[in-house]
């Protein structure tokens, strides 16, 4: 069975940072392509970042709205995927999903505001 557990939100100030985790089970984070979705109050669940490995090489992909503010990792020996946000704003505010396959996790909550 596979379960996909989210961890890391809370509160923050604008320009601050937030590590959010994502801990699996019945799934290896390090051979499955995993992935951030996020889903603001009133707007559709948008993706954020995805990690895969593609001929032996780790990739990583970003939304334009979160390039160079937010980075995807994953640990192999936690089997934890990892999304370091640093720099967030008001229109970070959301729940943040973790995916994999057609799995996804229950969502922690990111809200940034002063």
């Known amino acids: 069975q596979v379960q996909l557990v989210e961890s890391g939100g809370g509160l923050v100030q604008p320009g601050g940072s937030l590590r959010l985790s994502c801990a699996a089970s019945g799934i290896s984070v390090n051979s499955d392509t995993m992935a951030w979705y996020r889903q603001a109050p009133g707007k559709e669940r948008e993706w954020v970042a995805r990690i895969a490995r593609f001929f032996e090489r780790e990739r990583t992909y970003y939304s334009d709205s979160v390039k160079g503010r937010f980075t995807i990792s994953r640990d192999s020996s936690e089997n934890t995927v990892y999304l370091q946000m640093n720099s967030l704003n008001a229109e970070d505010t959301a729940v943040y999903y973790c995916?994999?396959?057609?799995?996804w996790g229950k969502g922690t909550l990111v809200t940034v505001s002063s």
């Open positions: 995916n994999a396959r057609t799995f």
